[in-house]
DNA sequence: TTCCAGGCAATAC
DNA sequence: GTATTGCATGGA
């Protein structure tokens, strides 16, 4: 079938999946219970705030060949010590934002990739960072870069990772080797360009790429 | 215990 | 351009 009805079938599936996920946020799941629940299904209008947007540049970075479980024990640390805004990182010292992030794993490297970013990130004075430019920072590549993109300044730019390689051969739709750029402008010439679009196409990806992987065991 | 998870940079051809 | 390796934690 066509990628785009393919999409729409997952959507059908799986339901909105709520990306990107937000540490808890004053009127998200009131009723949480102590885990970090911050999916907001059918909800488009995250980030809702420069120290949200900042969040999810850190996910992204921190998330990088890592669970998410695992990422967003270092956010929450992050967050508790106020460290979890450029200036913060930035003035944090080594052994503080190492044992911060020390659960996302690689904390050595992705301690100085946040300090990266955040250094790029006040250069820019808010303003929208063009791939090109994400690119050229160290630490972070293709993915990272479009992640960013696509959540945190919703921007149309489709984001392709491990699981989408995977969804894209399984399926029939490419053959192996399959990289990332080609498999970016293969959905993108494919799906209709919208940020929301993208959004949850890439969400749903994900999630249908682990169930199938939990059905095969 | 082994394998894997929402990559990337450095290096070697 | 493609292939290989180091980076590191926590859950299954």
């Known amino acids: 079938m066509p990628l785009d009805v393919f999409a729409t079938e997952m959507l059908s599936a799986y339901g909105p999946q709520g990306w990107w996920p937000l540490l808890a946020h ?3 799941n009131p009723t949480s219970t102590g885990r970090l629940t911050g999916y907001h299904p ?3 209008t995250f980030p809702r705030s420069k120290p949200q947007l900042f969040e999810i540049c850190c996910g992204a970075i921190l998330t990088q060949n890592t669970a998410w479980t695992n990422v967003e024990r270092a956010l929450a640390s992050l967050a508790k010590l106020a460290r979890l805004s450029a200036r913060g990182i930035l003035s944090a010292d080594d052994g503080t934002l190492e044992s911060a992030i020390r659960s996302s794993g ?11 970013f955040s250094r790029f990130y006040l250069g820019l004075a808010g303003r929208t960072p063009s791939r090109e430019e994400l690119l050229g920072v160290w630490g972070v590549g293709p993915e990272t870069a479009d992640s960013i ?3 945190a300044y919703k921007q149309p730019e489709m984001v392709v990772d491990a699981y989408t390689i995977r969804v894209l051969v399984r399926h ?3 053959r192996l080797p399959l990289n990332y750029a080609r498999a970016k402008r293969y959905c993108e010439a494919r799906l209709p360009r919208s940020v929301q679009g993208y959004q949850e196409f890439h969400a749903l990806v994900v999630e249908h790429a682990k169930r199938l992987r939990a059905a095969r065991g």
């Open 26 to 28: 004053a009127g998200s």
């Open 172 to 174: 029939g739709y490419c």
């Open 106 to 116: 690689y904390f050595r490297a992705k301690a100085r990739k946040l300090r990266a």
């Open 42 to 44: 059918g909800d488009f």
């Open 149 to 151: 993109r696509l959540y």
